[in-house]
């Protein structure tokens, strides 16, 4: 290695310092002008005024949303109906809540066919809870369009939260004069696919109402790569609505027989899921068993 000459170092070690100095000076000053400038900015009313307006902007999309969605799914979901053939239960369902006491029902099923519940079960005027958010604002808006009268809370939002809009419904569902079905999506709001939660089972013991547990396939479908896979159903389709019950709560009022109700509850609808898939799939791919439990398999069930 060369050595470096020493007039050549000393040389530019006495421009060094002179450039820090510089720069030294300069620094205080940057400085004092960035603080005035956050000063200033926060005086003025800037930085809250730029939250207020994206506040207000994602307020108005919102609206917009839940005021032209609506009618785009209702468009959207006559032309599916008229284009398809569609077996259903849905009329049986009337006609229990009307004619067998106690004139309320449970209807029980998975969070992957809420894209088609306010259709299908328009003509029963059910009683439901839409999560909280900009998300369900539109559907409660939505729900609105065909008949459903609309609680608003949900399992994700904290206990407190999801206990006090339950007690508020059972409430509403021990005092409502007229016949009644609640429809509770029993894997939702968020999960886990294919688990039931404690919400229906509650209900229907409060109430002495059965359940009934619904699910809906179709053999030309679109599904969504949300968290519980919603099924969108196609046009020019094949259409299968079927229940499986009813299925009288406990007699028994303590937290194992309500934990042994659930879990077969949860069982019963896992076997009509399996049902429907066999009857529009014939061959069940294994992407559609993938979120079933491990340990469930159709060959153990009875």
């Known amino acids: 290695m060369s050595e470096i000459p020493e007039a050549q170092f000393n040389s530019q070690d006495s421009i060094a310092p002179k450039e820090n100095a510089e720069t030294s000076k300069d620094q205080p000053e940057m400085h004092a002008e960035s603080s005035q400038l956050s000063e200033h900015i926060e005086e003025s009313g800037l930085k809250p005024k ?86 369900g604002e539109v559907m409660e808006k939505l729900l609105h369009l065909f008949g459903y009268t609309v609680f608003r809370g949900g399992s994700s939002k904290g206990k407190k939260r999801h206990k006090k809009i339950l007690d508020e419904f059972l409430q509403h569902l021990l005092t409502y004069p007229e016949p009644m079905v609640v429809g509770i999506t029993v894997d939702g709001s968020s999960g886990p696919k294919y688990r039931m939660k404690h919400g229906a089972v509650v209900m229907s013991k409060a109430a002495g109402a059965p359940i009934f547990l619904i699910r809906i396939w179709c053999k030309r479908r679109f599904l969504l790569p949300t968290w519980d896979q919603t099924m ?13 019950g009813p299925y009288a709560p406990p007699l028994e009022d303590t937290p194992e027989a309500l934990e042994k109700f659930c879990n077969d509850m949860e069982n019963h609808l896992l076997k009509l899921t399996y049902r429907l898939f066999l009857s529009i799939d014939k061959t069940i791919k294994p992407e559609l068993m993938k979120d079933f439990p491990r340990d469930w398999n159709p060959e153990d069930q009875a």
Not at 101 to 120: E, G
Not at 234 to 243: A, C, E, G, K
């Open 232 to 244: 969108i159903p196609l046009p020019f389709n094949n259409i299968i609505i079927q229940m499986d």
């Open 50 to 135: 730029k939250k207020k307006l994206k506040r207000r902007l994602r307020r108005l999309g919102v609206m917009f949303l839940a005021y032209t969605i609506p009618y785009i799914y209702w468009l959207y979901m006559k032309f599916v109906w008229t284009t398809s053939k569609v077996r259903t239960d849905v009329p049986m369902l009337l006609k229990y809540s009307k004619e067998i006491p106690p004139y309320k029902l449970i209807c029980a099923l998975w969070h992957q066919d809420v894209f088609c519940v306010p259709w299908i079960y328009q003509t029963l005027r059910p009683h439901t809870i839409a999560s909280v958010g900009d998300a």
